[in-house]
């Protein structure tokens, strides 16, 4: 029996004694996977496992608190939900995990560049560590490490922070890679003038839609953001780069030791912003303030929700 076949037939065991499980199916055309909310047994027959499905569905448990939500997850994807049971926002004992193999993901933007125009898709198929991708005029045959999304070229954790059924995977071996973040480094190379002007450069493009934020599976307070409340008046409606940086510099410190890099927010930006450069740079200072990382143990109690007169790596009292 393939991976998907066993996936299928434990959540249809599981499915009576849950409201609803949240996996991928396939999306408006053959190249995008989208969320899949099943709650018949006909439902999870439309169930779908490929490289094409991206999306971290933790997003979708906090606003499902009071229900009994069974979750196909990859294993970064876990890291969300351990950071949402340690900020208390949902409850352990409502939630069943069904753990995937993640053999890596499709980053879009690197297909577009690598095929041009996308819109008119027929097929595609996955073969042998490659994906086909045939419009009407040709058929473009790559490499899938040659458009792995960038967040799991530093993926770090083979194995789920927590699970309830594990599974093997869409098939091939793994090709995420564990290696140090090239984008965050490059960035501190930089000296303030080249980095604020590489900012700039970027968002200026920013639209102010938010998706980013929308996107995200810890920015749980979206019908109270202070991007859009007039009381008190953060921001304005203006479209000048100051408003912009402020957003997503507030955006940035909300998500600091909470981030759990699962890049939503950067793949959901359609001006393709390199927005989580900013949230890794915070989880940088926090894992070296602190020694931690988010969502790592379910537990732990994340360092910015405590207060210790004392901070190891704090010197407040020697300046
Ligand atoms: S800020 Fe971005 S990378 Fe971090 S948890 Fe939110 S969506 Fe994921
Ligand atoms: S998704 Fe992109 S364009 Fe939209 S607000 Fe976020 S950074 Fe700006």
Redesign the pocket.
């Known amino acids: 029996m393939s991976t998907l076949e066993e996936l299928k037939t434990k959540i249809k065991e599981q499915l009576p004694d849950l409201d609803l499980v949240i996996g991928w199916k396939q999306g408006f055309d053959p190249l995008h996977a989208s969320a899949h909310f099943m709650r018949t047994e006909a439902d999870v027959d439309k169930l779908i496992l490929n490289p094409l499905c991206v999306q971290?569905l933790a997003?979708y448990l906090p606003g499902l608190k009071d229900k009994r939500v069974g979750l196909v997850a990859k294993e970064c994807d876990t890291r969300?939900i351990g950071e949402l049971l340690q900020e208390s926002l949902i409850d352990r004992d409502r939630i069943v995990v069904f753990s995937v193999k993640c053999p890596g993901g499709v980053d879009l933007v690197k297909v577009k560049d690598k095929v041009g125009e996308i819109s008119r898709v027929k097929s595609v198929d996955f073969q042998n560590g490659r994906i086909t991708i045939t419009t009407p005029e040709e058929s473009h045959n790559l490499e899938l490490e040659e458009v792995l999304p960038d967040?799991c070229l530093s993926m770090r954790y083979e194995e789920p922070v927590l699970s309830d059924f594990r599974f093997a995977g869409p098939g091939q071996e793994t090709i995420c890679r564990e290696q140090e973040d090239a984008d965050l480094n490059e960035l501190e190379g930089m000296g303030l003038d080249e980095r604020f002007a590489y900012w700039k450069h970027h968002l200026e493009r920013c639209v102010r839609c938010y998706a980013?934020r929308n996107?995200?599976?810890?920015?749980v307070c979206k019908d109270h953001c202070i991007a859009e409340t007039r009381d008190p008046h953060w921001l304005t409606q203006e479209t000048d780069i100051r408003q912009k940086w402020m957003f997503q510099l507030i955006?940035?410190m909300h998500?600091a030791g909470?981030?759990?890099?699962?890049?939503?927010?950067?793949r959901?930006c359609p001006m393709d912003i390199p927005?989580?450069s900013l949230?890794k740079k915070l989880n940088r200072e926090i894992k070296e303030l602190f020694a931690y990382t988010s969502g790592l143990d379910p537990e732990a109690r994340p360092p910015l929700m405590t207060f210790q007169p004392e901070e190891a790596n704090i010197k407040e009292r020697e300046w």
């Open positions: 971290n997003a969300s967040k980013c996107a995200c599976p810890m920015c955006h940035a998500l909470r981030c759990t890099e699962c890049g939503e927010c950067e959901a927005i989580l949230r």
